[in-house]
């Protein structure tokens, strides 16, 4: 079976995409940033050599020191997809962190995006 692109796509291409979708909503990217880093563990100075490097985003998962362990409390829809339901353990991750920034986006406390 053929990967989906995504996986192979630098997270470096996406990641100035999630910062301006929430500069646009007045929000910032330390908001993005802390997003990033509650859900995989990753700390400033890993995240830009990941940056710096074009990691793909099946190598930035897969590395990541430590998803956490609340992921699994974000829910909802996120392009047509039940972020819940996705059975590819990869792209549901991809998925999370889309739903993540989106939450994010649309206003909502960082208090509630970073499940306690």
């Known amino acids: 079976m053929e990967k989906h692109?995504?996986?192979?796509?630098?997270?470096a291409s996406v990641y100035p995409h999630y910062i301006s979708k929430a500069e646009k909503k007045g929000r910032t990217k330390e908001e993005v940033d802390t997003i990033i880093y509650w859900?995989?563990?990753?700390n400033q100075q890993a995240l830009q050599q990941l940056i710096d490097h074009k990691t793909d985003f099946?190598?930035?998962f897969a590395e990541a020191p430590e998803m956490n362990q609340n992921a699994s409390k974000i829910t909802g829809v996120?392009?047509?997809?039940?972020?819940?339901?996705?059975?590819?353990?990869?792209?549901?991750?991809i998925?999370?962190?889309?739903?993540?920034?989106?939450?994010?986006a649309k206003g909502k406390a960082m208090e509630k995006i970073l499940r306690p």
């Open 5 to 11: 692109r995504i996986f192979t796509a630098s997270f």
């Open 95 to 104: 998925r999370f962190l889309d739903k993540l920034i989106d939450e994010l």
């Open 78 to 93: 996120i392009c047509g997809y039940r972020v819940e339901q996705i059975e590819d353990k990869l792209m549901q991750k």
């Open 58 to 60: 099946e190598t930035f």
């Open 39 to 42: 859900l995989t563990g990753y």
